[in-house]
């Protein structure tokens, strides 16, 4: 991995010649990352010092920006030179985050099998088997024996994605069989292929949603999995590489849309008015929910004059019901989306949230019953009781909004990341708010009284 020691020390090169050989003997994905945070100005020059296969490989790893601004600079040889030997998938993907005109002029350079399997991959709805597969696969034959399939692969699947599994299937492509490299290479050459093929082949379908394709994956640890269309002919394979990738992209969109991020998709490096325009809506909706929380507030100003201790307590007690509920919430989304539970399993998943949650609100409410007793004046150390009750209440509709949200969700085939962080603790707080107001204003009236 390039170390920001080393990325400063390819920009102190002023010699192009010795900045050429340093950059054609470092890993294609480092090269990748040093290029992306070059100047726009030298990118161009620094990718033109890289080796042809090196420059294609180089290319796949930039952010999409990146390589939209190098198409623009290079010369049309050289840009077709590259796309051209992109992996279908990637090239296709490439094409998905480039303007439609600069689309229209790549395809055009494509030579016709190059564009007819980017057409292919292209015509598949986003976030499908279809759409993330690669139609560069082994195919094999039932009738040819092993050393025929040996010498078939030596001979023109070279540059194939992924042989490490080739595919057995007739003259109409449907899928019949798989067998590994490993079984070809220890069985003798005069064996039929259908002999030690196997006909329990793990496949997908090119509509199945790619997180379902991942989960699969990992769940029969396969190196590539099949896709096959509607007649269960074979159109293309899903390989570890791209598996990778989606469930990166799945734990990321997740993971910001809880932190209130638009679209969960924001970059690092993302420029500062991309950054502003996907987590502002949020925020601003945000204000919006607390005015909900504060106008719960506002028509018990004068109890809170009253019993000032009040002060002290609310944030507390909003801060912990809402950590107990997005801790329940982010397990539930994780759990969604590895398909480590599902929504028939809501009942099971809500009664071992609240066991667990009825733990938390003892020790909870135990302890800011304790500290509001320390803080409140002994006239009004009756609050203490309130506040424990309260904080164990809030706990548990925490632990029951944490999971049934979600899983409604996804019971409507909704993303059950919608439900952020932000929504669920601003909601937390107007019902822990109300309840605690109203119960502190009645005692305050039956002292009185």
Known sequence: ???????????????????????NRIPA??????????????RAIAFRLLKKDHAIDVFEYLPPEVQEELINSLHNAHVCQIVGSMRPDDRAELFDELPAGVVKRLVQQLNAEERRATATILGYPEGTAGRVMTTEYVRLREGLTVGEALH????????????????????????????????????????????????????????????????????YDLIAAPVVDREDRLV??????????????????????????????????????????????WLLINIGLYIAAASAIAPFQHVISSVTVLAVIMPILANSSGNVGFQVLSVTVRG??????????TLAILRKEILAALGTAIALALSLGTLSLIWSPPHQRWVSSIAGLVMAINVLIAA??????????????????????????????????????????SALKFFNG
């Open 29 to 42: 994905v480092d090269v990748g990352d040093y290029i992306a945070e070059l100047l726009p100005e030298r």
């Open 400 to 441: 029951t909004l944490g999971t049934l949200l979600p899983m409604g969700l996804k019971r409507l085939n909704l993303d059950p990341a919608l439900i952020s962080g932000p929504l669920l603790t601003t909601s937390l707080d107007t019902i822990g708010f109300l309840t605690f107001l109203t119960l502190i204003s």
């Open 336 to 345: 969604l989306g590895v398909g480590e539970i599902t929504p028939q399993d």
């Open 152 to 219: 078939k692969i030596r001979l023109s699947d070279e540059d194939k994605e992924t042989i490490y599994y080739a595919y057995v299937t007739d003259d109409n492509r449907k899928l019949l069989k798989v067998v590994s490299l490993r079984q070809l290479l220890f069985t003798f050459p005069d064996v039929l292929v259908g002999d030690i093929a196997s006909d329990r082949v793990v496949r997908v379908r090119t509509d199945t949603p790619q997180e379902e394709v991942a989960q699969l994956m990992k769940r």
């Open 1 to 23: 991995m390039l170390t920001q020691e080393g990325r400063v020390a390819l920009s102190d090169i002023a010699d192009l010649n010795q900045l050429k050989f340093e950059l």
């Open 236 to 281: 293309g394979i899903v390989t570890i590489d791209d598996v990778v990738d989606i469930l990166e992209e799945e734990a990321t969109e997740d993971i910001q849309k809880l932190a209130g991020v638009s679209g969960g998709d924001e970059a690092a490096w993302s420029p500062p008015l991309v950054t502003l325009r996907k987590r502002l809506p």
